[in-house]
């Protein structure tokens, strides 16, 4: 968006600004409920909820990380869940994993 300064820089952060707005209005006015939850540091890597993404272990396969025990150095991105309620029933799923760091745990 502003990689060279150009005079439309102001509108193009207005449009950003204006679009995140309506996606945030749009997301709250209907039966829907978001939540967006950072896992805690230390807490064991989970390959349903989570994507590693960090570089020294990128080698490995999730399902690996998580029967070895690596645990959560930081959380990149929120996991990002959805709620509905229809006809007395509740609908749950998760829209994006989070993006997290891993380690192996100190023994």
Known sequence: ??????????D??????VEAHNLAWMM???PYEWSFAFHNVGAPF???TMINKDPFLRGL???????????VKLGVSPLVGFR?????????SN???AFVLTKWPQL
Do not use: F, I, P
């Open 46 to 48: 989970q390959q349903a």
């Open 12 to 17: 193009d952060m207005m449009t950003l600004m």
């Open 84 to 92: 509905t309620y229809k006809h007395a029933t509740l609908e749950t």
């Open 28 to 30: 709250l006015q209907g």
């Open 1 to 10: 968006m502003m990689h060279r300064k150009t005079c439309r820089d102001w």
């Open 61 to 71: 396969a999730e399902s690996e990380l998580e029967t070895k025990g690596a645990v």
């Open 95 to 97: 829209v994006n994993k």
